[in-house]
């Protein structure tokens, strides 16, 4: 298929599922809280995100003037970049992907590092204590979660002999990778949560504490790229572990390979939202205690097991 | 491929200048990050893709938000009218001449190398990771045991006693 079309289509559903979800997730909220929710605008709601952007649109893009101006229009550009990137090594069915790499997973990681930027550069720049708080907590947050986000994937990898996305799926035709690396989920859907800073890690933000942290100056679209930049990680991350845990594509053939992709990461995106939905904030030290004290340990030893047992079975 | 070669170098060369001559920390750091991103596109296209992606996650990643980190604490990012005199040119254009004269030494002595992009085939993880545990393994056990010291230093530096300062917490 012709690659500026998939690259396309690509862009246009990751696009609208992350808008759709700022209606998603208050839907289900309320659902949750036993409230009806967003129900007026449109069947069932649905053209509130429409109004929604039509209002990001034409609100006022202040810049303010003690604020670095150049760094602080930056910020917000970056999340965007760095997580659409990462959707190109992305496999949706067996033929449609923007490009297989053979450091697809590494390419993710990268991206996600270059990813804590924004927020960092977006809190200093505002040039605000409450910004400057959050960008403070959101860097070392997300070094820290970084650290063994990468180091629960190796065991995927060393089961899958490669980096590379669509590898990995095919690794997975007799058996999901969930079953033989469980802790490797378990660290990993931790690490995602946080690096998508996600209630109950929404620490950076905290809009108890810090009002809305990092972004509390900006407003207008520069808001609304980080609003749904957000959601747009939420859906990266939901995909990834559909992708390297739960067979990607794979499934029962009564349905189309991207079905399946879809039905997976929906299931997933919906967990985020349920973890939001029921879990309260923890303190910062316990955040802290929580990453370098067992689930870094618990990182290592799934990889030392891992190879453990691989070498045993050759 | 070598037009994108020397547009990569191009940058690289370019950020690194900026990132020495900004006087705004922040903005240097920036262009540093900029700089190590270049080199990253040129092992790229050095077929050493791993490597490629190490740089980005390692250098441009992870060491990186901590120089940010340590900057944004200090709060040094505001321009002092000390470092205006340390950027006079008495101070630059000696060392930079000579470091030009070396500069073209090198061209000349690279120049009949060939194409530097040649595809000589993807330099794969796999590969990486052979040499590193069998012909590179004692630099590779070198490396673990400098950071070892890295690790106890930091801790020690961190366990000192604190003293608690609440007063409904202090023993009396």
Redesign the interface.
Known sequence: MNYLLIIGITLFVVLSIAAGLIWIERRLLSVWQDRLGPNRVGPFGLFQVIADTIKLFFKEDWVPPFS?K??FILAPGILMVTILLTFAVIPFAPDFYVFD???GI??F??NS??G??SI??GG?ASNNKYS?IG??RA??Q??TY?VFM?LSLMGVVMMADS?SFRAIVEAQKDCWFIIPQFFGFVVFFIAGVAETHRLPFDIPEAEGELIAGYHSEYSGMKFGMFFVGEYLGVTLISAIIATLFFGGWLGPSFLPPAFWFFLKTFFFIFVFILLRASLPRPRYDQLMSLGWKLLLPLALLNILITGAVLLFLK | MDVFFYIAVAIAIFSTIMAISRRNAIHALLYLILSLLAVSVVFYLLSAPFIAALEVIIYAGAIMVLFIFVVMMLNIGLEKSMEKKWLNPRMWIIPSLLAGILLVVLFLALSNVGSLTENKGDILPKQVGISLFSTYLLGVEIAGILLMAGVIGAYHLSSQNKKVTHRFLEKK
Request: hydrophobic residues 65%.
């Open positions: 670095d150049p760094v790499s053979n450091i590494l390419f990681l990268g590092s270059l804590v930027y960092v550069l200093w400057f960008a403070m860097s070392a997300m070094l970084e990468g980096f």
